[in-house]
């Protein structure tokens, strides 16, 4: 049955009416218009629809939309401030980190979940954090290598 | 399912394998009749020679219609200066938008930026064949450079009419045309303004050489590279057009099932749903997801299952059950390879097989569909878009001409987005809807099920060397894999090589690389068996039976990076190499590969791959193809293999059929040789074709063990 859920994305508040037990990634795509977000497998097995959730990646093909409300979510969508990228997309941008690019909003979450724990990760570590994200077009050097430049950038920022 | 003989054989050298279409709906002629077909707004669409050129004959014949000649079918050059590139490639992850951009700016001398491409649209492009076949750089590229060669030309005698000078003497470039003598200068979009779009292009215009050129050539970014960081970019996964219900279709549970029980009436009674059962055909389109999948568990329907052959006796079913070869290309023999093995020092006679996998691109199949007064708009991911449209247009009995198929930029295909599937499925629901857009996404396990496979094979190769390591035989035979990158490049006086066509078991057809990696796979692997018959270093065995310059090249410029022949520093290190050559292009793979025995575990350490394709169009695309095909290729290479039994699929899932991650990307280093001599060709294919015999032979060199399997992972244990 259809029930009035209340959600926060992206800084915004949302009331949506759906079954409580459909993936939040539907009600993110096919609801709200929020398409930076991909389908990819429905398993939780590739990452192409992961978000942040609360702060932490989750993958929301796997996440009950009853299992978003009362805490905040942010899609890709939500990255961008004051028409500035987020330095994890900067990076990803400055280093031509993708080819089809459809991986490539799952990949930029998965990074800045990771960042935002760890701002000094090892090369494994990374390596650790992306190996749910499924990259098809063999871009995974240079996404490790945005994901460094990023990390670099962030910590000189923040000094 | 209405499907020719034809459609059960594999078109074995072609560039593309032709899927029939899965489904053929029974409209009425009353139905085609309610069609009534004001012309689309159709710009300029056209049809050219060189493309068409890719494809034979297949259900649908050529299109005999006019080549393209009038300019404005190709480039466009407006008021504001904007330059518009029409082409109906599609740009699938590979960067096309940005390299023929590049192409246009470098020919007709104006900025990269001022300049874009409107890629793979039916109603606004030129006729092209289809996305494929590493054809896009060696066809499109020069196609595109003489009209913009030819429009430039046209540009330069309008100014020198309009100053009643002679045209030699004036310049084009930076978006204008100027006349050193005089200084003054007119830029295209004034020249542009009138009466440009009737011109015909001479036939054959001079374009630049590589060795001039300044916008080709350059590592410039991927085009609208901003939209896709931030999610903006609309795939076809991601339109939601006004109105627009979702579809979904009930499969059958296995391949070859037919519909025998069909029962709606519970479905029937849900509000705003859609039903469609057409034949064996049989969905349901709603405004939510949810409401499309309630409605399809509602229906009561029976199916008829027929035996089908499973994974465990593929190999033996297609070594039974070779055709006699219909055709004289299929067996390319010279000299006596009888008389080869007698005079050999040493022979090997060797089977290779090579399993069934899959594309898996990330953004699944997918189309959305709509009627208009009898006219079919179809948004989808296709590296065919005309093929679509073609088939669209015989299925639903309308002309092409009401027919549109428009590509977004998609989500990868690797050549395996060729067939109609999910457009026609979209369109026949979209039938039914009353005029609503209509969006299909098929699952993850559709995709692994319902798309189409590369080719599983078997190859067996019987072959003799003299004792100085010169090869005296070579006879090489293919089981249905397919005939690219068949012939072998090494010198051989005896040879035969024939590929033998199988009936298909699986749905198959391209896929990056076609055959090119399952022959080079069993070719290289054999000459690695036979160096070490001989007591020879496999590179030096490879160079003393090879005279072309260029693989020559590949080999010796990869051997200097890798440090070829090394030295092991620890037991169970191992280094293999392999080569290679198809469409025009060249590959040398270098692999280290650690072997552990104690813990039974093998690691790929580093692959160094030297690749060259004539003159480099953009070195950061092309960087991305080389490395991209070198690690998709570690998939088919090591683990990548559809299981298959009683017509279902065993492991249509991610969790199940296991893709390159992270973690199975060992340190790589991609060598780009730019032969500004030689005319471009494509990059998209040759560099993953030596990734598995390269692995491979680096096994054996550690283990001396030899892995004759792909993929080589499960063969792995044997170590033990």
């Given at each position: ?14 009331s ?26 429905g ?9 942040l ?7 929301s ?27 994890v ?12 690019a ?19 990760p ?21 996404i ?8 670099e950038?962030?910590q000189?920022?923040?000094? | ?37 004001a ?26 219609e ?13 008021e ?32 990269f ?5 409107v ?16 054809r ?5 590229t020069?196609?595109?450079r003489?009209?913009?060669?030819a ?9 020198a009419?309009?100053w009643?000078?002679?045209?030699e003497?004036l ?6 045309v100027?006349d ?8 295209y ?68 099932a ?11 009674a ?8 057409d ?9 939510t ?14 199916w ?13 079913y ?43 691109p ?7 569909a ?19 449209r073609d ?14 198929v428009i ?31 209509v ?19 078997v ?6 060397i003299?004792a ?11 089981y ?23 009936p ?12 090119a ?16 018959a001989?007591s ?22 990869g051997a ?8 092991k ?30 813990k039974?575990?093998?690691?790929l ?47 249509a899932?991610?969790?199940s ?8 990307v ?55």
């Open positions: 049955m259809a029930t009035s859920l209340e959600l926060e994305i992206n800084g915004r508040k949302y949506v009416n759906y079954p409580p037990d459909t993936p939040l990634l539907y009600v993110l795509r096919d609801e709200l218009g929020l398409t930076g977000t991909k389908y990819g497998c398993e939780g097995m590739c990452g192409a629809c992961t978000v959730l609360a702060g932490t990646a989750r993958r093909c796997q996440i009950p939309v009853s299992a978003a409300i009362s805490k905040p979510i942010t899609t890709i969508e939500g990255l961008e401030k004051n028409g500035a990228l987020h330095p997309q900067q990076a990803f941008l400055d280093a031509g980190a993708f080819q089809c459809y991986c490539t909003s799952g990949m930029i979450m998965s990074s800045v979940s990771l960042l935002q724990s760890n701002a000094h090892s090369a494994e570590q990374i390596v650790q954090s992306l190996q749910g994200n499924i990259c098809r077009c063999g871009t995974h050097p240079r490790l290598e945005a994901v460094q430049r990023a990390a950038k962030m000189g920022a923040s000094k | 399912m209405n499907r020719t003989e034809e459609s059960f054989l594999l078109e074995p050298e072609r560039y593309e394998f032709r899927a029939m279409p899965m489904h053929q709906f029974a409209l009425g002629r009353r139905d085609f009749f309610k069609i009534f077909g012309g689309l707004a159709v710009f300029a669409v056209a049809k050219n020679v060189s493309a068409m050129q890719e494809t034979a004959p297949g259900p649908h014949g050529f299109h005999p006019e080549l393209a000649k009038e300019i404005g079918a190709w480039l466009h050059i407006g504001d200066g904007t330059v518009t590139g029409f082409a109906g490639k599609a740009e699938i992850g590979q960067n096309v938008r940005t390299s023929l951009a590049q192409t246009i700016a470098d020919e007709l001398g104006v900025a930026a001022s300049v874009r491409m890629l793979a649209d039916t109603a606004l492009t030129p006729f092209d064949a289809g996305t494929f076949g590493s896009t750089t060696p066809t499109m020069p196609q595109l003489k009209v913009a060669a429009a430039r030309d046209l540009l330069v005698e309008k100014a009419k309009q009643n000078v002679a045209a003497k310049v084009a470039g930076d978006g204008k100027s050193p003598a005089s200084g003054k200068s007119l830029r979009a004034e020249l542009a303004r009138e009466d440009f779009g009737g011109q015909k292009p001479p036939a054959e215009d001079p374009v630049k050489p590589a060795a001039q050129w300044t916008i080709a050539g350059k590592p410039v970014a991927k085009v609208d590279a901003r939209e896709f960081v931030t999610g903006g970019h609309h795939y076809t996964t991601d339109l939601r057009p006004e109105g627009m219900l979702y579809g979904k279709i009930l499969r059958p549970p296995s391949f070859g037919t519909l025998i029980a069909y029962d709606d009436s519970a479905a029937k849900l509000k705003d749903v859609v039903l469609v059962r034949g064996d055909f049989v969905g349901a389109a709603a405004p997801v949810a409401a499309v999948e309630a409605a399809l568990a509602l229906l009561d329907v029976k008829n299952e027929v035996p089908q052959i499973s994974d465990q006796e593929i190999y033996s297609l070594k039974k059950n070779a055709q006699p070869s219909k055709e004289a290309r299929f067996r390319q023999a010279k000299g006596s390879v009888e008389e080869g093995l007698t005079a050999a020092a040493h022979k090997l006679d060797a089977s290779y097989t090579v399993a069934y996998i899959a594309h898996a990330l953004e699944p199949r997918a189309a959305v709509q009627w208009t007064d009898g006219k079919l708009t179809v948004w989808m991911g296709t590296q065919r878009p005309f093929a679509v088939d669209l247009a015989d299925i639903f009995h309308v002309p092409e001409k009401n027919v549109r590509v977004p930029d998609t989500g990868s295909a690797y050549g395996g987005k060729h067939t109609s599937d999910a457009g026609l499925e979209a369109a026949r629901l979209a039938r039914a809807a009353g005029g609503r857009p969006k299909l996404v098929w699952t993850r396990e559709e995709e692994f099920t319902w798309a189409y496979f590369r080719p599983a094979g190859i067996d190769v019987n072959s003799g003299a100085d390591g010169k090869l005296t035989a070579w006879e090489f035979h293919n249905h894999s397919g005939m690219s990158g068949i012939e072998t490049p090494y010198a051989v006086t005896n040879q035969i090589t024939e590929y033998h066509q199988v298909l078991v699986l749905r198959s057809g391209s896929y990056r690389g076609l055959a990696t399952a022959n080079h796979f069993a070719r290289e692997t054999h000459m690695d068996s036979l160096a070490n001989s020879m270093d496999p590179l030096e065995f490879r160079l003393k039976n090879l005279a072309d310059p260029r693989m020559r090249a590949v080999l010796e410029t200097k990076a890798f440090g070829w022949p090394r030295q520093n620890a037991d169970g290190q191992g280094f293999g190499v392999a080569a290679g050559y198809e469409k025009g292009s060249y590959v040398a793979t270098f692999a280290e590969i650690f072997v552990d025995r104690k039974n575990s093998v690691a350490k580093k692959l160094v791959e030297v690749f060259e394709c004539g003159a480099i169009v953009n070195p950061d695309g092309l960087r991305h193809q080389v490395v991209g095909a070198m690690i998709q290729g570690l998939g088919g290479a090591l683990f990548e293999s559809i299981q298959f039994e009683k017509g279902r699929i065993s492991n899932h991610f969790s059929y296991r893709v390159p991650r992270f973690k199975d060992p340190e790589i280093e991609a060598i780009l040789l730019d032969r500004k001599d030689i005319p471009s060709a494509g990059a998209g294919e040759t560099p993953i074709m030596a990734i598995a015999p390269a692995i491979g032979n680096a096994f054996y060199d550690a283990t001396k063990v030899r892995l004759t399997k792909l993929p080589l992972q499960p063969e792995l244990h044997l170590l033990g």
